[in-house]
């Protein structure tokens, strides 16, 4: 659009600059921002909010919409991957097309990121102000796409997280699969001796789940599967799944990732030997088999977390600790058992209560400094005691190390599958910790249980209901609208396109085909609207909508001036 | 007080984006020299972007993308990697190759983030401001910008560096493959040439020219000169005006 079109359209933009509290607020003049956005061209009106994304906020926008006649709104406030989605409903309910919003990030990246720069942060705030408003002109209205759903759910993953989620959709009435690489259901549970809390018997408890699994209507368990290839997107995935050397594709509405953890390999930790020197994975099954009759056992927490190369806390090995303290107490009560931790933690109202009894079982309990490491002899630890800051020399005749849950091996390979990302450990990473805990940020794709961090067997199941609830949001439409920023090939380039058919070789998602006329076309529902045809269309014919040349360049001219 | 460098970011949405936000969530502090423009992937950076924001005086532009093999599209970042080599090396034409940059940030390298934008802020500063920028710029080297932003606009180097990654990666129809260096050398030549040819018709927009004006002017090889006027007039782009004496002056169509 042109500039006399614009005016012929009667462009307004409504600018409106979040406090977020003091978050932006405390460290820039927010009413000042908004008092020089008037200047702007194009600005019918502006105004700072104490939080635009509340009530208050949201009806602002909207009495603005009405009251000056807005057609176009910017918020500057935080970012645009959390609060797009709610200030796009909040702009059509006030009838104005969802398209014609533009975010402004002024809090994740700018007051959050200078925070002893004032000065500096608010130009820079007012600067993207600037670009943020020149994009909102050139913004045109967009219709989403809508697609068909498939109401069928495919869980990757058969321990206690994967079924619960299968479980709570198969109830629900959607056709599920559930696959599991190993040859049966229960992933590690099946090799646990008690859980916490209350000492439930692992293998009576993972039985009771399997067997309500393999009782399940519209239920179909796919054990020693792999998934080797995911094509398509929400609601019409295609999953390729491999069973003894056959391949089978599956039509899915939603996946559901419950893949869970690994053990970390020990060798080389504190001599470790699978033998005198064990895990607590390995003390599970030996208590399992009634196999403890040692008389002086020593625990040892944190082997190989909360260290530079593995910074975070496995959150399941103090309980497991605690729990099989108390069980080898069970067992063999005349055992001296010494647990020599970092820090403990036993959160909630149920986990307390484990440490209190193990104390009065006796059990001691040594606190270690990570700088001076117990060490670990033939048949004895020394180890330095923070609290009496003297060395205790510690005889023993098993060792048991509390090692961490790890992300699998093989998470890389199936979050390229999914297009979704890894943390720094490997461990798949949500949507937003806590807007989106159970999501990716691809549509359609859902998360629970260890795959994301180590969580105990309680989180798990309720994660697992939780991603199960979060498909069914999907799977209970017959449709959903998907995003129509997409490429076009709009009616007035069609002459500049020239047929040299690069777009079409270089789309990662055969969208773009030439027809039975020989022309360019984009099959707009498996466009995902990532913009490198119209970086490569040798005649700039191509149009991506959304972020099309014309709004980009007038960000870059708005910040470089003209 | 020292030179404040001005600078431009294209983030893609998935990962450096977010990459950017985590650094916010995570207090991580960085100078607050760069703006950020959102793009949903790194292979939407377009090479015309790069350089109009340098031709306006911007002293550096970043781009940055997921890791390679992390794309959320797949691919995006391998097409971003060969525009943003072609952008490069059309720069390095003028020496200003060095004020833009190209990284791969993932969503949850929110402390790299803040590391390699003040790495880039730290470059810039010791580069010095642009001598593009606002309040002086180079006239003969705008010109030059200008040109390059044209050639960057051409169909010859779209189609070549768009054609890339087939040519180089993949087989043609006669089960060859063209080798990396061949490539080089080709699209080396190509942007050299269009560069050229772009400003030839710079120096044609006003007035109708003599080859031998323009070689002057231009300091190109009279012979040259004459090669891309014959080019440009296959592409009806020039034509003979008059000719003066024995001298024949092109003017831009
Ligand atoms: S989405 Fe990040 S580079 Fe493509």
Redesign the pocket.
């Known amino acids: 659009m042109s500039e006399e079109e614009k005016k012929e359209e009667n462009v307004r933009v409504g600018i409106f600059v979040c406090h977020c509290g003091s978050n932006i607020g405390g460290l820039i003049d927010c009413h000042k921002l908004a008092e020089e956005s008037k200047e702007l061209p194009f600005v019918a009106h502006a105004e700072d909010n104490l939080y635009t994304c509340s009530e208050t906020g949201l009806a602002a926008i909207k009495k603005a919409i009405e009251e000056h006649n807005l057609n176009r709104v910017v918020v500057a406030s935080c970012t645009p991957r959390t609060h797009e989605p709610l200030f796009r409903e909040c702009i059509s309910e006030a009838g104005l097309n969802p398209y014609l919003f533009n975010f402004v990030n002024i809090r994740d990246q700018c007051t959050w990121v200078h925070m002893k720069h004032a000065q500096e942060a608010y130009d820079k705030a007012k600067d993207l102000i600037k670009m943020g408003a020149a994009k909102a002109v050139k913004l045109e209205p967009l219709e989403m796409i809508m697609v068909n759903i498939t109401p069928a759910a495919m869980v990757i993953g058969g321990g206690v997280a994967g079924m619960s989620a299968a479980l709570s959709l198969s109830r629900q009435g959607f056709k599920t699969y559930l696959v599991e690489k190993e040859d049966k259901l229960g992933g590690r549970l099946n090799s646990l001796y008690k859980l916490f809390p209350y000492d439930i018997d692992a293998s009576e408890f993972i039985g009771n789940i399997i067997s309500n699994v393999q009782n399940a209507k519209n239920l179909e368990i796919l054990t020693s599967s792999q998934v080797i290839n995911i094509e398509g997107f929400v609601g019409n995935f295609e999953v390729e799944v491999e069973h003894n050397g056959t391949i089978n594709t599956f039509e899915i509405g939603a996946i559901i990732v419950a893949v869970g953890s690994s053990i970390l390999d020990p060798t080389g930790l504190f001599g470790y030997d699978g033998n005198k020197r064990i895990t607590q994975f390995e003390l599970e099954s030996k208590l399992k088999n009634n196999k403890i009759n040692q008389k002086d056992i020593i625990m040892i927490q944190c082997v190989g977390s909360r260290i530079e190369e593995r910074p975070y806390c496995s959150s399941v090995c103090c309980m497991t600790a605690l729990k099989n303290a108390l069980n080898i107490k069970d067992q063999n009560p005349e055992a001296h058992i010494t647990i020599l931790f970092r820090d403990l933690y036993t959160p909630g109202t149920e986990y307390e209560e484990y440490y209190r009894k193990a104390r009065e079982q006796g059990v001691l309990f040594v606190k270690y400094d990570p700088e001076k490491m117990p060490v670990i002899e033939e048949t004895q630890v020394k180890v330095f005691n923070e609290y009496i800051n003297t060395e205790m020399t510690i005889p023993y005749d098993l060792l048991v190390l509390s090692t961490p849950l790890v992300a699998n091996d093989d998470n890389k390979e199936l979050a390229q599958m999914l297009k979704v990302p890894l943390e720094a450990n490997k461990f798949f990473l949500e949507a937003h910790v806590k807007l989106r805990p159970n999501d990716f940020a691809t549509d359609g794709v859902y998360i629970g249980g260890s795959a994301k961090w180590p969580v105990d067997i309680t989180e798990s199941i309720s994660q697992g209901y939780a991603a199960a609830s979060r498909a069914s949001t999907i799977l209970s439409h017959d449709t959903i609208e998907v995003e129509g920023a997409t490429s076009c090939l709009p009616e007035y380039n069609k002459s500049l396109c020239t047929g040299c058919e690069v777009c079409v070789k270089v789309c990662p998602f055969n969208a773009i085909i030439k027809n039975e006329d020989d022309e360019i076309e984009i099959i707009e529902a498996l466009c995902k609207g990532?913009g490198?045809c119209a970086a490569t269309c040798t005649n700039q014919a191509l149009v991506i909508r959304h972020f099309t040349d014309d709004q980009i360049m007038s960000e870059i001219f708005a910040y470089g001036g003209e | 007080m020292s030179f404040e460098p001005k600078l431009l970011g294209f983030l893609?949405?998935?990962?450096?984006y977010a990459g950017a936000d985590l650094a916010g969530v995570s207090r991580i502090q960085y100078p607050p020299n760069m703006r950020v423009i959102r793009v949903?992937?790194?292979?939407?950076v377009d090479p015309k972007f790069l350089i109009q924001a340098l031709e306006l005086g911007i002293d550096g532009v970043y781009v940055?993308?997921?890791h390679i093999g992390?794309?959320?599209?797949?691919?995006?970042?391998y097409e971003?990697l060969r525009k943003f080599d072609m952008t490069k090396k059309l720069l390095s034409f003028v020496g200003l190759d060095n004020r833009i940059r190209l990284d791969?940030v993932s969503a949850s390298e929110g402390v790299r983030f803040g590391e390699v934008v003040s790495k880039f802020v730290e470059d810039i500063r010791a580069l010095g401001p642009s001598p593009l920028s606002r309040d002086n710029p180079d006239q003969e080297l705008l010109k030059k910008v200008k040109a390059i932003n044209m050639a960057a606009g051409t169909k010859r180097l779209r189609a070549l560096v768009g054609r890339q990654r087939k040519i180089t990666e993949e087989e043609n129809v006669y089960g060859e493959k063209v080798p990396e260096e061949e490539f080089n050398e080709l699209l080396d030549t190509a942007l050299k040439e269009e560069y050229d040819r772009q400003r030839i018709l710079l120096a044609l927009a006003r007035d109708s020219k003599s080859v031998k004006d323009l070689a002057v002017e231009l300091s190109l090889e009279p012979s040259l000169v004459l090669e891309h006027m014959l080019t440009l007039k296959g592409r009806s782009q020039v034509d003979f005006q008059e000719i003066i004496g024995n001298t024949p002056l092109f003017m831009r169509i």
């Open positions: 990532c490198v | 893609c949405n998935w990962c450096s949903m992937c790194s292979g939407r940055m993308g997921c992390d794309c959320h599209y797949l691919e995006g970042n971003a791969w």
